[in-house]
């Protein structure tokens, strides 16, 4: 059993109005602890975007989760804005994208690759561009 723990990234939240006026979110965590890509960490990162989706009490047109992996900078202490995470994809664990609520696209990454599209339950290997 992986002993790991998904914590909120400074900025949490990130909330605006895209170029159609639509409301769209943004929310950051980052995966604490050791961890292998296995069905162990599948099934977490499930649970958690299973019971994160039970808080959204508001209507948006896109929601993204981008998970990233605890580094000396990623972490509890982070201060960062949304833009200080350009140039971080080999960082991001995860990328989840709900559309008006329901859920698109969840991808699990390694190095700044997709390797597993949890939707479709399947292998895939594409470089994720944000």
Known sequence: MQNIKIEPLSPYHYEFKDSENNLDKIDYFFLKGDFQVNDNLKKELQDFI??????????????????????????????????????????????????????????ILEEGNVVFDLIKNQEVEFEFEQ
């Open 50 to 107: 299973t019971n994160y989706s039970k808080t959204n009490t508001k209507k948006y047109a896109y929601n993204s989760v981008y998970i990233y992996k605890e580094t000396k900078e990623l972490n509890n202490t982070y201060k960062g804005d949304k833009s200080s995470f350009d140039g971080l994809n080999n960082k991001i664990i995860a990328y989840v994208r709900f559309n008006n609520n329901e859920l698109d696209i969840f991808y």
